[in-house]
């Protein structure tokens, strides 16, 4: 019944030809291809996970000047997935010159300006002035990790026609199992085939670009409803309930707490769908999207009173969960609260400005209350430095996921860890922008420069916010890096509990892999970010010791009058041995749960005495001896790190099974 | 490869399948030819004087200048988004954006005319249309599911449903009655209906509720038994204030108001409309009524009528506004019993009132020039933007069984 379809696999002729408004409605055929052999795989993945895709695609809605990005799922179905932005759109020329250049993008070039796809006055930026994330031109086609087949459906302001393209990807193949079907007549390697639609419209004014992906993969879907944890949980509540194993086995596969639902069985088409677990968001559907993203940084931080000293995303969140908490940590967009350089004193922050010298010290900054950090550095910091980072030209740019808008989730609060260690947290911030003058530029990398700071807390809550993360030009594709780059110091303690971002604002991207998510550690900019990352952790950590040293000194004046048991002062001795200059814990035993949650709080150690049989059985004689026993135990078990990153309960447990052995029930 | 391992289906299948896939866009970018019933110009009187125009009303008599910039819209679109494009036109100089949610399931077999078989998603062009020129938000979605599946408890439908707010408009445009409960479901449509006014509850701004059903007096569901009863209870109740304006409505006689009444439900002809009308109406404010502290008053806006299946007027288009009354806090004093208000007479003899004024659009296309010239020209539009084939639905129209129709194109 379709009319024979033009195949057109000439860029200019392909451009011409949906350009021509004789051709409305009729469908031109070309391959999606690519002169190198190797980017040709890109269309196969590279990428770790399904969210890479989607991260790539809000880039390039950012880098569209786009005020606003629109991802729909229909989670926890994931059968389509929309991404609306209303950016500039593609022109006939830019989706011309895209499907026949994978690899080779138009930004940060001349020809990119020409396209409309650069500003006109640095090349470095978008028409509307933000830095550019886009280089490589490969992003588009990540969107081949979620599905073989996709539509974009795109539109220029002034233009009087809109572009419906379809792109069916094939599986790349070295078997030479179908050599014809790549042979696109020239030395180019076919990822796919394209057809493409001009739509006339006399709305002029109209712009923005839709992908549409109506086939999700489907162990793609998978993935993104955690079907295999699900699985897992599914049968092991199933062996449970026969009896087959006990409860204690059942604790390694745990429900997340807070997830999108599941569906067991997938329908065929026609049948309904029906949840087998209702969905659990940490927010309510009255919540506006603005405000889900804290809620949902609420709900992880709740559980550090209850659960665990650092909850972790892993076990709390399901995958959609956590996709949405990765993207915000990516993503161009606003804090949940504030950006750091916009905190505002309110008395629990102080401010330090880091050296770029070499073995460099810190400097504390007046920061008077209700200033911002930004206005703080200004006034303050040696050269009066105006931190830029935080300030979008196009005046905002909002990402909202099935109703929940993308904020960066990390927050910077003060938890104490020590009930009588430091009262404040910290910032440090600094700026760098090496001279490379003196290198040869072959050497040199390119410029480089960024902004940064370090946040001291008493814990990183979650647990996947404490290290640091790189963030080139707004976006970030790797996550915390909680080695600090391979920080070597025996820090162990003190690099838990710092939080950091590099902004990058010039440089760096060379570096990048192409997956965005790693670097290339040999890249020049790499070492020299790194070496000025570790001198700043280093002023840091001198900082930290000297400010606990003083209070230890003072709260060891202040005990010199009591006493302890002859077993605490041993399991204190063996803590200092360990760790050096670290305050001993403060170990408290609770009547209740509801009291031990709030001692953590408070940066206690709490046991509950109600989940340690061995001391809530004693006879009350007993009672103290076994209690500073208890204590004493856990003062050494955390000297050596082995309770470290367990839950409350499982803590509980050990000092429990290690009681028992003395004393039998 | 002769002793490659065979892999099971299922194994296979997690890896490889995929949907069934809407057609190639070459077949979907040529000019559609095929028709159904909502493409005759009748159904443009629907959209517009009804749907459209009491829309615009309702934001700007109860909405505020803010409030007028999103309406947030329940409809059943198909896929040419036809609705919404006359909405989108009609609330643009008000600047609303529309925002809708809704549910187009691949059509069955059982759908008359099966006109859309086989093109799932040819929204999606229509959809970035009126997105990118900012009619519709960037969150208007239409779901593949069916609408009566949110009448099944923990269904993805009705998840999806939960977790959006409350609706300016609904709109239940059905091809079926009521009762209708599709192919290998356990639910009907007015199940869904029940469903969605449960939704809407805590919401305390006037809504309109527009329900586009088939009337056949030998189509008569389950459901039809609530809206009768609705009737009689108020005939027991306020039969002095609510027999004469029922009477009137359904020219009947007071003295034999319930056999003119059992008469009524039972063939088809203009009575059993209005009655039908009266039924559901009472049915609705029976619902809000019934919500202590949530009540709600229920005017029947207009009710519009044309044949389908039949050369009788089968088809019923109903538009309800739902004007919540202010919540109603009830005194401690109350103790157990709480104080409810006397059942809603006057809205009863008002409704009858309205429906008694039940306007044949069948009809009346044909007679009033104006009327006609707007539809078809609206239709033309509408279908000319959806890709149609113009000429095609000359021909279709000027062989229609029951409601041929020349046009000029
Ligand atoms: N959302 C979008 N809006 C406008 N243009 C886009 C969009 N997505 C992609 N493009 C165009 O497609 C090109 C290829 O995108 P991509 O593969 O991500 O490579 P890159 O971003 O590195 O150029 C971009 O350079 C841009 O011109
Ligand atoms: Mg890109």
């Not at chain 1, 795989?41 to 809605?61: F, H, K, M």
């Not at chain 2, 008569?220 to 009689?232: D, F, N, W």
Request: aromatic letters at 8%; hydrophobic letters at 40%.
């Amino acid at each position: 019944m379709a009319n024979a379809v033009e195949q057109i696999d000439d860029q200019g002729k392909l451009a011409t030809w949906l350009s021509n408004p004789a051709n409305e409605g009729r469908v031109v055929r070309t391959y999606l291809k690519t002169s190198d052999r190797v980017i040709a795989r890109v269309t196969d993945g590279i990428y770790r996970q399904p969210s890479s895709a989607l991260r790539e695609l809000i880039s390039n809605a950012w880098d569209a000047d786009a005020k606003n990005v629109t991802i729909l799922t229909d989670a926890p179905r994931f059968s389509r997935i929309y991404i609306r932005d209303d950016g500039v759109g593609m022109s006939h020329d830019v989706l011309a010159r895209l499907l026949h250049n994978i690899g080779g993008s138009a930004k940060r070039h001349q020809h990119g300006r020409e396209l409309g796809v650069t500003s006109d006055w640095d090349l470095e930026k978008s028409p509307g002035g933000r830095p550019l994330i886009g280089k490589i031109g490969i992003g588009l086609f990540s969107v081949s990790q979620l599905a073989r087949r996709f539509q974009v459906i795109t539109k220029v302001a002034g233009s009087n026609h809109r572009l419906v393209a379809e792109v069916k990807l094939r599986a790349y193949s070295e078997d030479g199992d179908y050599n014809e079907e790549i042979e696109a007549g020239d030395d180019s390697y076919v990822s796919g085939i394209v057809s493409i639609t001009p739509q006339y419209t006399d709305d002029l004014d109209a712009h923005g670009t839709d992908i549409i992906l109506d086939d999700v993969k489907p162990r793609v879907r998978d993935l993104l409803r955690s079907a295999d944890r699900w699985r897992d949980v599914d049968e092991t509540e199933a062996a449970l309930d026969a009896g087959e194993i006990d409860s204690g086995a059942s604790k390694r596969v745990e429900a997340p707490i807070f997830h999108s639902g599941w569906i067991a069985m997938m329908p065929r088409q026609g049948e309904p769908a029906v949840l087998d677990r209702p969905a659990h968001f940490p927010w309510s559907n009255e919540d506006p999207p603005e405000a889900r993203m804290g809620k949902l940084m609420d709900g992880v931080e709740s559980l550090s009173s209850s659960k665990k000293e650092r909850p972790d995303l892993a076990s709390t969140l399901d995958s959609y969960l956590e996709m949405i908490w990765q993207l915000g940590l990516s993503a161009p967009v606003e804090y949940v609260d504030a950006h750091p350089f916009d905190l505002k004193q309110s008395g629990d922050l102080r401010l330090f400005w880091l050296s770029n010298e070499s073995r460099g010290r810190s400097i504390e900054l007046p920061f008077a209350s209700g200033q911002t950090v930004r206005a703080a550095v200004k006034e303050h910091s040696p050269g009066k430095i105006e931190l830029k980072e935080g300030l979008d030209p196009v005046g905002g740019f909002k990402v909202n996921i099935d109703g929940t808008e993308l904020r960066r989730p990390i927050r910077f609060k003060f938890y104490r860890t020590e009930r009588s260690g430091i009262e404040q947290a910290m910032l440090f911030v600094g700026k760098y922008a090496p001279n490379l003058a003196k290198i040869p530029a072959e050497n040199r990398g390119g410029k480089l420069s960024f902004e940064s700071y370090l946040f001291w807390t008493g814990r990183v809550i979650p647990k996947e916010n404490n290290g640091v993360l790189i963030r080139i030009r707004g976006a970030s594709g790797a996550l915390f890096d909680q080695t600090f780059f391979k920080y070597q110091v025996s820090e162990q303690t003190r690099l838990r509990q710092i939080i950091s971002e590099l902004f990058i604002q010039s440089g760096m991207d060379a570096a990048l892999n192409i997956d965005r998510e790693s670097f290339n550690y040999a890249h020049p900019h790499v070492q020299i970010m790194t070496l000025w990352l570790h001198g700043a952790i280093r002023q840091l950590t001198n900082r930290h010791k000297e400010e606990s040293a003083k209070l230890r000194n003072a709260a060891r004046r202040e005990q010199a009058g009591q006493t302890t048991s002859k077993v605490l002062d041993r399991a204190e001795l063996i803590w200092r041995q360990h760790r050096t200059n670290e305050n001993v814990p403060d170990i408290i035993i609770t009547k209740d749960e509801e009291e031990a949650g709030k001692a953590r709080e408070q940066g206690f150690i709490a046991l509950n005495r109600s989940s340690i049989p061995t001391l809530s059985s004693s006879l009350s004689a007993d009672t103290t001896v076994r209690e500073a026993q208890a204590a004493a135990l856990t003062t050494i078990l955390s000297a050596f790190g082995l309770l470290e990153d367990r839950s409350y309960e499982e803590q509980q447990q050990i000092v429990e099974a290690i009681l028992s052995v003395f004393y039998e029930q | 490869m002769s002793n490659a391992e065979v892999v099971p289906d299922d194994l296979l299948d997690a890896v490889y399948a995929e949907q069934p896939t809407a057609p190639d866009l070459a077949i979907r970018a040529e000019k559609k030819t095929k028709f159904a019933p909502w493409h005759h110009p009748v159904k443009q009187v629907v959209r517009s004087k009804q749907w459209a125009d009491l829309t615009h009303r309702l934001l700007v008599d109860s909405r505020s200048p803010d409030q007028q910039k999103t309406l947030r819209y329940f409809t059943l679109p198909g896929a040419d988004l036809l609705d919404v494009r006359v909405l989108a036109e009609a609330l643009a100089p008000l600047g609303t954006k529309i925002e809708y949610f809704g549910f187009n399931a691949a059509p069955s077999s059982s759908m008359e005319g099966g006109a859309m078989a086989g093109v799932p998603d040819a929204s999606f062009s229509a959809e970035s249309a009126l997105r990118q020129a900012g009619q519709i938000t960037n969150d208007a979605l239409v779901l593949t599911d069916r609408l009566e599946d949110i009448a099944i408890p923990g269904s993805q439908a009705a998840n999806q449903l939960s977790q959006r707010q409350h609706f300016d408009v609904i709109n239940i445009d059905g091809c079926d009655h009521l009762g209708y409960v599709p192919n290998g479901r356990q639910s009907s449509t007015f199940a869904a209906l029940e469903k969605l006014l449960g939704h809407q509850l805590l919401f305390r701004k006037p809504w309109l509720l527009f329900i586009t059903t088939r009337a056949d007096a030998k189509l008569l569901g389950p459901h039809t038994v609530k809206m009768q009863g609705a009737i009689l209870e108020n005939i027991r109740d306020h039969g002095e204030s609510f027999n004469p304006a029922l009477a009137d409505c359904i020219g009947a006689n007071i003295a034999t108001l319930q056999s003119d009444l059992n008469a009524a439900w039972s063939t088809q002809s203009d009575t059993f409309l209005k009655v039908y009308s009266v039924g559901l109406g009472k049915y609705l404010l029976h619902f809000f009524h019934g919500q202590h502290n949530l009540s709600a008053d229920v005017e029947l806006a207009s009710v519009y009528t044309y044949p389908i299946q039949q050369t009788e007027p089968d088809m019923l288009s109903l538009a309800f506004r739902i004007i919540p009354h202010p919540l109603n806090v009830q005194p401690a004093t109350a103790g157990t019993t709480s104080v409810r208000s006397p059942l809603e007479p006057e809205q009863g003899v008002k409704l009858a009132a309205r429906a008694k004024r039940m306007w044949n659009i069948g009809i009346a296309v044909n007679e009033i020039d104006d009327l006609r010239s707007s539809a078809i020209d609206g239709t033309k539009k509408l279908l000319d933007a959806a890709n149609y084939d113009l000429s095609a639905w000359q021909d279709w129209l000027a062989k229609h069984t029951t409601r041929a129709m020349q046009v000029e194109i």
